[in-house]
């Protein structure tokens, strides 16, 4: 059970450490989305772009607001069916528990 | 990964989505034989699809001073093979065109072609050449969420490179640019997707055991442990 834990921290930061570290070594660093970077490259090819979006975050805010929504759906049926599956698993028969040595 | 509304010519925007629709339509039925099949598994469908919902609002930073969002199609698709996830991602990017001005209509089937075909079996084949190489569970679920993120990205540069070749090099020069744009960001954030994968994995092997022994993902536990 400890050494399962052990593993659990490590892999968090792991994932963590991926993501902190180019933001503290490079801290200038623009870290504009590499969606934007290319169709900047595509305009300035001369090209132009004929369609536009049926409906545009009207700033910089709600458009992260929409994100943070995004994310936050996700994220809560994501944590309820997890939920759902161990309150299943622990409600089961005896011989079907969990075994926690894995 | 999203190209922009707008950002494809007609002719490529057109043959894209001609070339997505089956899979997104076979997809669904993929889906809707699950869920009649095997009503418990509407649980792990939801989780397939919320783990993709989430890991792709999110914009992370990556070493080479860019930012760009994993995907999270390789969990689905190791889960309940890839048909299934053209339509859970599919749904995503039409989610993210309509709302947030993010990819676009017009660009949806190439984006789909990316995201939710290409991705889906690139990671799942992945998974499997590494459980026949003798791989286990983990390491699988690994290499099928890294290799499902990387190739959409590698997929999504090829298909810029088609439609915006370079004056001078061509399709080739034009897909190194884009490739430069997308690809070397993008390998960070696959290690942190898989390893993301492993996490989701570890909680599942508990407590969706016999969800997972029912999918092929793990042997059946001994018979006399059944009682």
């Known amino acids: 059970m400890t050494r399962r834990r052990l593993v659990t921290a490590l892999l968090v930061l792991a994932v963590l450490a991926l993501v902190a570290l180019p933001l503290a070594f490079r801290g200038d660093a623009g870290y504009a989305g590499t969606d934007g970077q290319a169709s900047a490259a595509i305009e300035e090819s001369g090209y132009t772009p004929w369609f536009e979006s049926v409906f545009a975050p009207s700033s910089k805010e709600v458009e992260s607001g929409l994100f943070a929504l995004q994310a936050a759906v996700g994220g809560g049926v994501l944590g309820y069916v997890l939920g759902r599956l161990r309150g299943r698993r622990r409600a089961a028969p005896p011989e079907r528990q969990p075994t926690d040595e894995t | 990964m999203h190209i922009a509304e707008g950002f494809l010519p007609a002719p490529h925007a057109i043959g894209w989505t001609v070339a997505a629709a089956p899979f997104v339509v076979h997809g669904a039925r993929a889906v809707v034989r699950e869920v009649r099949e095997h009503p418990e598994s509407t649980l792990l469908l939801g989780a397939a699809g919320a783990f993709t919902f989430v890991l792709s609002a999110i914009k992370l930073p990556s070493v080479t001073g860019s930012s760009s969002h994993p995907t999270g199609t390789g969990a689905g698709a190791v889960l309940f093979r890839p048909p299934v996830m053209a339509l859970l991602g599919t749904v ?37 050449l590494a459980r026949a190489l003798g791989a286990g569970l983990l390491p699988g679920v690994f290499v099928a969420l890294a290799l499902a993120d990387l190739a959409t990205y590698v997929t999504t540069s090829l298909q810029l490179a088609l439609a915006f070749p370079d004056a001078a090099s061509g399709f080739a020069g034009a897909a190194v640019k884009f490739l430069g744009v997308f690809a070397l960001t993008q390998v960070p954030l696959a290690v942190a997707e898989g390893l993301l994968g492993v996490l989701l994995f570890r909680v599942l092997t508990v407590s969706a055991r016999p969800d997972l022994e029912r999918l092929g993902l793990l042997a059946p536990a001994p018979a006399e442990e059944r009682g």
């Open chain 2, 92 to 128: 995503v990017l039409l989610f993210q065109a309509l709302l947030l001005a993010h990819g676009g209509l017009t660009t949806l089937g190439a984006n789909a072609f990316a995201f939710a075909v290409v991705g889906p079996w690139a990671g799942y084949g992945a998974y499997r």
